[in-house]
C-alpha cells in the first residue's frame, strides 16, 4: 500500500499541470489544483492514498525546498531605500514611492490582523491571537510574483508596490512565527540566539561572494557544484537552526536568503527551481490535501462555523492594502491589488505544521484554516485578472 500511494502521487503530480493546460486552467494556482486532488484522493473522498513513511519524508523535504525557493525569491534590492527613495509617477499621474506605500500597507495588515484575531476570541471561535495574526497578515509571494509577472507589470509602480508588500507578508510572519514557536515551546532563552544567528548569517555570508564566483567556475555537468552547495546549505541551516531551537522552516528560508545573497546564475535558479517544484513541492502539497478529513470538518459544528469567519477575515485582514493603495493608484487597480494580496498558502501551510507540532491547534481548526486559505487562493488570482486593467504605459515593454 505504501508502494501504491507514492506511486499515485507521484502520478498525480505529473498529471495535474497536464491536465489544467489542457483545460487552459490559469487564474487557479497550481498548488491550489494540487491541494484539491489531494482532498478528493485523500481520506476525506476516496481515500486512496495513505498516510506512510515515504511520503512523509518526501512532504517534510517538500516544505523545506518551498521554503528555501521562497527565501531565494526576495530581491533585497527591492528594500533598498536608495531605489525608492524617488518618487514615479503612477496610472492615475500620481507620485509615488513603492516602499513608503508598501510599509504603509503592510503596517495596516498587521493592525487589521490582530484586531480580527481578537474579534475571534471575542467571539468564542479561535483562542489563540498570535497564532491566528501571523496567519491573517500572511502573503503567498510566489503567486504573487507569477501573476504580476503574467500582467509584465513587476517593473511598474503598483507591480513594485504590490511585490513589496508581498515580501513583508512572507518575511516577517515567518520571523514572528519563530518567536512565537520559540516562546510557546519552551525555549524562550535561545530567541536572542536566534535573532543573531539570522543577522550573522546574512552579513557574514553576504562577504562570500567571490569564493562563489569561483566555486560557480570549476563547477562541471557531471558535478553540479551549485546544486550541492544549495542542498548543503539547506541542510546545514536546518541544523543549526534547529540546534538553536528554532524551526526547520526558518533554516531553510535562510538558506534561500543566503544563496540569493552569493547571485546565483539564471541557469543555477531553473535548476533549483526545477527539482523543487518538479518533484519535492507538489508531493507537499497534495499530501497537505490528502491529510485535510472534511468530512470530520463538516460533523464538527464549531469548526464548520469558523469555516466562513477564516474566509472573510483573510480578505477583510488586506482591507488596508486595498485603502493604500487608491491614494496612490487608481480605484480599479488598487481593489484589485489589495485583492491580490489577500492570495496566502505557502507559509499558511507551514505556520499550521508548526502549530500542530506545538499542540496550539486542533485537526479539524487547521483543516479549517487551510480549506480557507484554498478558497482565497482561487478566488483572489480570478479576480485580480479580471478587474486590473493595463494602461498605455504598462503595455510597453522597459
Given amino acids: 500500500m505504501e508502494g501504491l500511494s507514492l506511486f499515485l502521487t507521484v502520478f498525480l503530480a505529473l498529471v495535474i499541470p497536464i491536465v489544467m493546460a489542457r483545460l487552459r486552467v490559469t487564474t487557479v494556482p497550481t498548488a491550489v489544483a494540487e491541494i484539491i486532488v489531494g482532498i478528493l484522493m485523500g481520506k476525506s473522498c476516496l481515500n486512496l492514498i495513505t498516510q506512510t513513511s515515504q511520503l512523509t519524508f518526501l512532504s517534510n523535504l517538500g516544505v523545506i525546498v518551498l521554503m528555501f525557493l521562497s527565501g531565494m525569491e526576495i530581491d533585497f534590492d527591492l528594500l533598498s531605500p536608495k531605489k525608492h527613495s524617488r518618487a514615479r509617477k503612477s496610472e492615475s499621474g500620481k507620485q509615488v514611492k513603492p516602499m513608503v506605500v508598501a510599509a504603509f500597507a503592510f503596517g495596516g495588515v498587521a493592525v487589521a490582523s490582530v484586531l480580527l484575531a481578537l474579534g475571534m476570541k471575542a467571539l468564542g471561535l479561535f483562542n489563540d491571537v498570535a497564532l491566528a495574526s501571523i496567519i491573517f497578515m500572511t502573503v503567498a509571494l510566489g503567486v504573487v510574483i507569477a501573476t504580476l509577472k503574467e500582467k509584465e507589470i513587476l517593473g511598474r509602480p503598483i507591480g513594485q508596490t504590490i511585490l513589496l508588500t508581498a515580501v513583508m507578508g512572507e518575511v516577517i510572519p515567518l520571523l514572528l512565527l519563530t518567536i512565537y514557536s520559540t516562546v510557546n515551546g519552551g525555549d524562550a532563552r535561545k530567541l536572542w540566539l536566534i535573532i543573531l544567528l539570522f543577522v550573522a548569517a546574512i552579513i557574514l555570508l553576504r562577504r562570500f561572494k567571490r569564493p562563489y564566483l569561483w566555486f560557480a567556475k570549476v563547477t562541471k555537468a557531471t558535478t553540479q557544484l551549485d546544486v550541492r552547495l544549495a542542498f548543503f546549505l539547506i541542510f546545514a541551516l536546518v541544523t543549526v537552526a534547529e540546534q538553536v531551537g528554532a524551526e526547520n522552516i526558518l533554516g531553510a528560508f535562510l538558506a534561500g536568503v543566503v544563496m540569493k545573497l552569493l547571485e546565483p546564475t539564471q541557469a543555477t535558479k531553473d535548476k533549483l527551481t526545477s527539482i523543487g517544484y518538479g518533484f519535492f513541492i507538489p508531493i507537499f502539497f497534495i499530501r497537505t490535501g490528502v491529510n485535510l478529513n472534511l468530512k470530520l470538518l463538516f460533523a464538527n459544528p464549531q469548526a464548520l462555523k469558523l469555516l466562513p469567519v477564516l474566509v472573510i477575515c483573510f480578505f477583510l485582514a488586506k482591507l488596508p492594502v486595498t485603502l493604500t493603495y487608491m491614494r ?46 484554498v478558497i482565497v487562493c482561487i478566488a483572489c488570482p480570478i479576480v485580480f485578472n479580471s478587474t486590473f486593467a493595463l494602461t498605455p504605459e504598462d503595455k510597453i515593454k522597459e
Wanted: charged share 10%.
Fill in 328 to 373: 496612490a493608484f487608481n480605484k480599479r487597480n488598487a481593489f484589485a491589488g489589495g485583492f491580490l494580496t489577500a492570495t496566502t498558502i505557502t507559509i499558511v501551510l507551514p505556520t499550521l505544521q508548526v502549530a500542530r507540532k506545538l499542540n496550539a491547534i486542533t485537526a479539524t481548526q487547521s483543516s479549517a484554516f487551510i480549506l480557507a486559505a
